[in-house]
């Protein structure tokens, strides 16, 4: 069993920057890849990012590409999303995921595995 506890969230203006952390309890932590996803009230949730057991590989969603990097640290058993310059629209609760494979997964009927979200909210 895979068990995901994300934090890192909070309230920041636009412009600001956040980390979000997401810890994995699990063994063989680097057998997983890992993935971002959000959910706005009243939206379904999106893909965000997605990175592979490795690293080696990444996947931006176009809304976030060149403002967020994932990230992880295999010996921490830890996936990271660094968020700049962030916007009123990236207002969500943030979820990590993670499945068993080599490669990276966008969507989010791909996961075997859910954290209980992290809340960020940009205000203007």
Do not use: H
């Amino acid at each position: 069993q895979v068990q995901l506890v994300e934090s890192g969230g909070g309230l920041v203006q636009a412009g600001g920057s956040l980390r979000l952390s997401c810890a994995a309890s699990v063994r063989k932590f680097s057998t997983y890849a890992m993935g971002w996803f959000r959910q706005a009230p009243g939206k379904e949730r999106e893909r965000v990012a997605a990175i592979s057991w490795s690293g080696g590989n990444a996947y931006y969603a176009d809304s976030v590409k060149g403002r967020f990097t994932i990230s992880r640290d295999n010996a921490k058993n830890t996936v990271y999303l660094q968020m700049n310059n962030l916007k009123t629209e990236d207002t969500a609760v943030y979820y990590c995921a993670a499945r068993g494979g080599v490669g990276y997964y966008i969507i989010p009927s791909e996961y075997n595995y859910w954290g209980q979200g992290t809340q960020v909210t940009v205000s203007s």
